[in-house]
């Protein structure tokens, strides 16, 4: 309960948590916690090939990945894509569980009535880290159509494997897109905003391009490597215990 949880805090000297998530704010305030004891850390971006999969010439669709919940706007990610003639050919993949059957009907229900039906896959299962770089290397960007969000592992996941993204402005998406300029941003539960992005993201090879390149110079960004942040964090440590 937030009740328990705030009792633990209260005996906490110090609380890290990591920068670009919108976490600080949210936690100092659901759980009463004094601001100058929360201190901050990069998240930093994968570097090891864990994720298998072969790379694919196709990259042929849009996806969203990971698993749907209603905070993560399948629903209006679907009433947004108007299909693969106005997307520069490419279909749209919604890969990840449902998580409640209640959900479920209404993304069936959408898929059955949607008039570009036939461009569109949805995958209702679990992707296991093995597959995970086969679904990426098929897609040529991918969306994050959040109602709700403080951190984002699918954003991480996009940037590894070079893909620009469309972001809903929520959480920490908004403002690290925004930082990087690695894709585009839009307001949440925006419809008509989000087709007009992925219309755009998916015709505009020059703007693509600038995404792509702006995403392999973040790759080369010292704060944002593990080893980097690593060492950030032990110095933060020896700062709270007084070394």
């Known amino acids: 309960s937030t009740f328990t949880q705030r009792l633990f805090y209260r005996y906490l000297d ?27 850390i990069n998240h930093g971006l994968y570097r090891e090939n864990i994720f298998g999969g072969n790379p694919s010439s196709k990259e042929d669709e849009i996806l969203m990945l990971g698993a749907m919940r209603v905070d993560k706007a399948p629903d209006i990610l679907l009433k947004a894509y108007s ?28 898929y059955r009535e949607h008039p570009f039906m036939k461009d569109i896959q949805i995958n209702d299962k679990f992707i296991d880290d093995k597959d995970v770089g086969l679904v990426f290397s098929s897609s040529r960007y991918v969306v994050i159509p959040n109602r709700e969000c403080r951190q984002s592992g699918t954003l991480r996941l996009a940037i590894y494997f070079n893909k620009p993204v469309i972001v809903s402005d ?18 949440p539960e925006n419809i008509s905003s989000l087709r007009q992005a992925m219309e755009s993201l998916s015709n505009n090879d020059d703007l693509f391009r600038k995404f792509k390149n702006n995403i392999n110079r973040l790759k080369e960004d010292k704060d944002l490597n593990w080893q980097f942040i690593v060492h950030t964090l032990q110095e933060r440590i020896m700062q709270i215990e007084g070394y």
């Open 14 to 40: 110090y609380i890290i948590l990591h920068r670009f998530s919108g976490v600080k704010h949210y936690a100092i305030k659901k759980y009463n916690l004094n601001p100058t004891r929360v201190l901050e």
């Open 83 to 110: 299909g693969r003639a106005e997307n520069g050919g490419l279909t749209l993949n919604l890969t990840g569980l449902i998580k409640s059957d209640l959900l479920r009907k209404d993304i069936q229900l959408l």
């Open 170 to 187: 929520v959480g920490e998406l908004g403002e690290f897109i925004r930082k990087y300029n690695i894709g585009l941003v839009v307001p």
